[in-house]
């Protein structure tokens, strides 16, 4: 059985990752539909299509320059929608995305760490990353319904952004009278 799950995790992961990001699209405010659209377009998208093209070998060397440069631009996309959200776990997102980053540093300055420990502090963040986006919905989702509408954003330039209009833009239910 633990074979069958470590064979298949990759694609066990991506599933959770479509339902968890799509639910966010959904049922999501601000924050949580730019996780998901960062996480789609920079794991799912590039990240599948750089490996479709050049293979999937993680480890290899130009390979992990390229996973390095993907996640050092979800590093400062992460920290940014961190910095700027009216939430706090996005803060714990960007925490593990630098968690990853610093893996890639550390790979690169000494070469000589075990292949292990660099997969596991490459990947092993993401799982957590996937666990916190879905508690954050799922208090999103209850603090509106027990509360009704709230702010998104932080006060501030990018609160005014078209782009933050843009992903706030979606009816909210009223509130329960009850």
Known sequence: ML???????????????FI?????????GGPE????????????????GYAW????????PGLAVAYMVIDSLATAMFGWIALQANRAYPLWIAGFQVVALLAH???????????LAYAILVMAPSYFQLAVLTGGLLAHV???????????????AWAQS???RTLADKKMPEKNPL
């Open 33 to 48: 539909r730019a996780l998901a659209l960062i996480w789609l377009t920079l794991f799912e998208l590039i990240q599948i």
């Open 3 to 17: 074979s069958l799950i470590l064979e298949y995790r990759d694609e066990a992961q991506r599933l959770l990752a």
């Open 53 to 60: 093209a050049f293979g999937s070998a993680f480890g290899t």
């Open 162 to 164: 078209q782009l933050a």
């Open 142 to 156: 209850r603090r509106r319904r027990k509360f009704g509408p709230y702010r998104d954003w932080r006060r501030g």
């Open 20 to 28: 968890v990001c799509t639910s966010c699209l959904i049922w999501g």
């Open 105 to 115: 540093l550390s790979h690169e300055l000494t070469p000589s760490i075990s292949p």
